[in-house]
C-alpha cells in the first residue's frame, strides 16, 4: 500500500520510513509562521515562564497582514510590540506592515512555500500552502509550543480524493467550484466529512493556474479541512522553480495510496454561484439571487488574493464605474501585486471606476478592522467565509461570490451574473499567465 | 510525568447528543470572545445556558459523555473550566482540533469512542482508565474497550496541558539547551 502526500511529507519531517493517517508525529518543521494577530498573547505567555528565544529564529516567519493600517491606537501599541517580539525572537523573516502582504499569499509568491513542504502556522489559512502542493498546519495557541520547542504533536490526517472532471464554463471561476462543492456536501449529494482531512484534488487540473490553485483551497478549509493538496503541474514546479529560496522536492500521493474516500465533480454542471449569508454551503446559482441590491463589495482575502484574480477584477471594472448605491474595496494580497497593479495600468483601471484600493493584507475580512459593513448592508465578496458577523454588523447580510461575479455585482449595483456583463477580453486572457514563467 | 496522576476516572455520567456547539452548547460565546481563561470566572458558567447550576451539581470524577462531533470549532473556553472541576470527557467523537485544544487546557479526554451513547444514560455510575480505554458502566454492568489516550499525549495531560508543559519542559531542558 503506498502512501498520500501527507503521510510522505509528515513521513519525512518526522524522520521516519513511513507514517500512516491516524499516527501521531511530532515533525519537524522547513518553517515556522506566525500572523500579527496573534504575537502578543503568545509571546506573553512564553514570557511568562521565562522562554525569551524561539528553538529555530531561521525557520521563523513573522507577518503583518491582520492589521496592516493601525486604525487606531490600540493598533499601533500592537504593531510597537510585534516589532520588539520579533527582534527579541530573532525571527529570520519579518515582514511587517507594507513589506510583504498577506501571510498566505505572497510566501508562495516569492518562493518561501514550495513543494513537498510542512510549516506549523497558528492560523487556519496555511491550507493555501496545498496550491503549490505544501502543507501548512494551523495549530492554534500551541504555536507557543512549537515555537519554544521546535514542535508539537499532529495527528496524520486522512485524505478525501476530488476528481475534477471537464472544463469551467464561460464565468465560472475557481472560487465558484468550491461553493459548488460545499453546496453538494451540505446536500449529501456528495456524502464527504471534511472534518481534519485533506482534501486532494486530481482530474483535469491542467486549466488551474497558479491563481486559480490558491481559490480551491479556500472553501474546504472553511469545511475544516486540516490541508488541501492540489499536485502540482509543471507550470506551477516551473514557476515555484524561478523563485525558489530554498531547494525543494515535490511530493505526490503514490497511485495505491490509501485515501478514505474518492469522488468525482463535473465541471461542466457548474454555473457561476453566490453564497448566501451564513455558510459557504449555502451557494445556489447566480440566476436565483440576481437583482439582490447590495452596498459592499470587496475583493481580496487569502482566498482571491492573486494577480489573476485582480485582472478579473479589472476584466469587469475596465471603462465601467462602480453602481451609485455600492462602495468596492479591493486588497490584493501581496506588495509585489500592488507594485504590479501599478505597472501594468490596473491601479488606473481601478481608481477610474470609483473603487478604492487598500494596503496588501486581510482587508475586511480580518474581523472588520478595516472595511466593515453596517447594520442592514447587504455585501458581496470574495471573502473566505460569510459567517455572520465576519466583517461588521451582525445585522448584514454577507454574500460570496467569485472575483468576476463580485466585480460584476459592484459595476450593476447589485447581485448580478458576470455572463451578462460585457469583459475586456485582453485582460481576461491575461489571467492565465499571471504567474507563468 | 508525575506518578500519582490518576488517569482512572470514576463519577456519574453525564449525557449530551451529537453536536453540541462550544459556544451556548458548551459555555456562554460571550466568554469565548472575551478569551477568558481564569477557571474561576469560567466555572459557573459551564453549560450554564442548557442545565443552570450544573457546577455546583458535578463533582470531581464524573465524565461528560457525548455524541459525535462534540464542541464543533477550535475553541477551547468550556474545557478549562472542564478540567478546573476535575470532570473527564468522552466524546463518540471530536473535531481533531477540539481535541487539541481540549488537551492543551490539560483535560483528561478520550476521542472517538464510537457507540459509548448506547452504553450509558445520565447519572449512570462510569469509570474509565484514559491510559487504557477501558469504559465500565458499573450501574448496567458493561464494559467496552476504546482506543486509549497515545502514550505521546498523556505526559501533556499529566503535566496540566500546553502551558505547565512547557513551563516544566524550559525548567528541565529548554533553558539548557543553546538556540539553534
Known amino acids: 500500500m503506498g502512501f498520500t502526500a501527507i503521510e510522505k511529507v509528515l513521513a519525512r519531517t518526522s524522520g521516519q520510513p513511513g507514517v500512516r493517517a491516524g499516527d501521531v508525529v511530532h515533525p519537524d518543521p522547513d518553517m515556522v509562521m506566525i500572523h500579527d494577530g496573534v504575537v502578543r498573547e503568545i509571546k506573553i505567555k512564553l514570557d511568562e515562564i521565562g522562554i525569551n528565544r524561539v528553538r529555530d529564529p531561521g525557520k521563523l516567519l513573522m507577518v503583518t497582514d491582520h492589521e496592516v493600517v493601525y486604525g487606531n491606537q490600540r493598533s499601533a501599541d500592537k504593531g510597537v510590540f510585534n516589532r520588539k517580539a520579533a527582534a527579541e525572537w530573532k525571527a529570520g523573516r519579518f515582514y511587517d506592515a507594507g513589506r510583504g502582504g498577506h501571510g498566505h499569499i505572497f510566501p508562495m509568491e516569492r518562493g518561501m512555500v514550495l513543494p513537498g513542504m510542512f510549516y506549523f502556522d497558528n492560523d487556519t489559512h496555511a491550507t493555501n500552502a496545498g496550491a503549490v502542493g505544501a502543507f501548512g498546519l494551523r495549530v492554534g495557541s500551541e504555536i507557543a509550543r512549537v515555537l519554544a520547542t521546535g514542535t508539537t504533536w499532529v495527528q496524520v490526517p486522512k485524505t478525501v480524493k476530488l476528481e475534477l472532471k471537464g472544463r469551467l464554463g464561460n464565468g465560472v471561476q475557481a472560487r465558484d467550484i468550491g461553493f459548488y462543492f460545499a453546496r453538494m456536501v451540505k446536500s449529501g449529494e456528495l456524502p464527504i466529512d471534511l472534518d481534519y482531512r485533506v482534501l486532494e484534488y486530481a482530474g483535469d487540473l491542467d486549466q488551474f493556474s497558479l491563481g486559480a490553485r490558491v481559490a480551491l483551497c479556500s472553501t474546504p478549509t472553511e469545511m475544516r479541512a486540516a490541508g488541501v493538496f492540489v499536485p502540482p503541474s509543471n507550470e506551477v514546479l516551473a514557476y515555484c522553480k524561478a523563485h525558489a529560496t530554498r531547494p525543494f522536492e515535490p511530493v505526490y500521493s503514490d497511485p495505491d495510496a490509501e485515501y478514505e474516500s474518492c469522488h468525482t465533480l463535473d465541471l461542466n454542471a457548474v454555473e457561476p454561484q453566490v453564497s448566501r449569508p451564513g455558510n ?17 463589495a470587496f475583493i481580496g482575502s487569502c482566498g482571491s488574493g492573486m494577480y489573476s484574480d485582480l485582472l478579473a477584477a479589472a476584466s469587469v471594472l475596465k471603462g465601467k464605474k462602480v453602481a451609485p448605491n455600492a462602495r468596492l474595496i479591493i486588497v490584493p494580497g501581496s506588495e509585489q501585486s500592488m507594485k504590479r497593479m501599478t505597472d501594468e495600468g490596473l491601479m488606473q483601471i481601478f481608481l477610474e471606476s470609483g473603487a478604492m484600493v487598500m494596503p496588501a493584507g486581510c482587508g475586511p475580512c480580518n474581523d472588520a478592522v478595516v472595511g466593515p459593513v453596517g447594520a442592514g448592508e447587504v455585501s458581496i465578496s ?20 467569485s472575483p468576476l461575479t463580485v466585480a460584476a455585482s459592484a459595476v450593476m449595483g447589485r447581485i448580478s451574473d458576470v455572463r451578462k456583463v460585457p469583459l475586456d477580453a485582453a485582460l481576461f486572457d491575461r489571467m492565465e499567465a499571471a504567474y507563468v514563467i | 510525568m508525575s506518578s500519582d496522576f490518576q488517569w482512572s476516572l470514576r463519577g456519574r455520567c453525564y449525557k449530551l447528543g451529537d453536536n453540541v456547539p462550544h459556544p451556548g452548547g458548551v459555555i456562554p460565546l460571550s466568554l469565548i470572545t472575551a478569551r477568558e481563561t481564569d477557571p474561576k470566572i469560567l466555572i459557573p458558567k459551564l453549560f450554564s445556558e442548557t442545565d443552570p447550576g450544573f457546577s455546583t451539581r458535578c463533582r470531581p470524577g464524573d465524565l461528560i459523555i457525548t455524541g459525535k462531533n462534540f464542541g464543533m470549532g477550535v475553541k477551547s473556553t ?46 449512570d455510575d462510569v469509570e474509565i482508565d484514559y491510559r487504557t480505554g477501558e469504559f465500565i458502566n458499573h450501574t448496567r454492568n458493561l464494559r467496552k474497550t476504546f482506543t486509549p489516550m497515545p502514550p505521546t499525549l498523556q505526559e501533556l495531560v499529566a503535566e496540566g496541558g500546553t502551558i505547565p508543559w512547557l513551563a516544566k519542559w524550559w525548567k528541565t531542558t529548554g533553558s539548557k539547551e543553546v538556540s539553534s
Open chain 2, 78 to 123: 468550556g474545557y478549562i473550566a472542564m478540567a478546573a472541576l476535575g470532570l473527564g470527557l468522552l466524546c463518540e467523537s471530536m473535531s481533531v482540533q477540539a481535541y487539541r485544544e481540549a488537551l492543551s487546557t490539560g483535560l483528561r479526554v478520550l476521542s472517538p469512542c464510537p457507540g459509548i451513547l448506547e452504553l450509558c444514560e445520565r447519572d
Open chain 1, 382 to 401: 470574495t471573502a473566505t467565509n460569510n459567517n455572520i458577523g465576519r466583517f461588521g454588523s451582525k445585522e448584514a447580510s454577507l454574500y460570496l461570490g
Open chain 1, 280 to 296: 459557504v454551503a449555502n451557494a445556489v446559482d447566480v440566476s436565483e439571487l440576481a437583482g439582490i441590491e447590495i452596498s459592499h
